[in-house]
């Protein structure tokens, strides 16, 4: 009965091992850089956000020139210079 005892503990795998610990270490290294990516990638998209709402809230030349063609013709007895 010992030999049957010892053949069972010599069954027995183990789970951890020089042999997994390796593509373990791969696995977490892989899923820790797709967090870092996906972090930097929002951050980009968030300065890019940014970025387009400035873009929207331009005030330019035109805008300037239409508002003034706007306000003259509301207000034909205001002087408004031209440049």
Known sequence: MANGVEN???SKKQI???NTL??????????AGVVW????LGEIRY????????M???WTQRD??????KLQL??????IPKD
């Open 8 to 10: 069972l503990n010599f």
């Open 16 to 18: 951890l091992s020089a």
């Open 22 to 31: 390796l593509p373990l270490g791969l696995v977490f290294t892989i899923c």
């Open 37 to 40: 990516i996906s972090n930097e």
């Open 47 to 54: 300065k890019l956000d940014q970025l387009d709402q400035k």
């Open 56 to 58: 929207e809230d331009r």
């Open 64 to 69: 300037m020139e239409n508002w003034a063609l």
């Open 74 to 79: 509301a207000n034909p007895n205001l002087n």
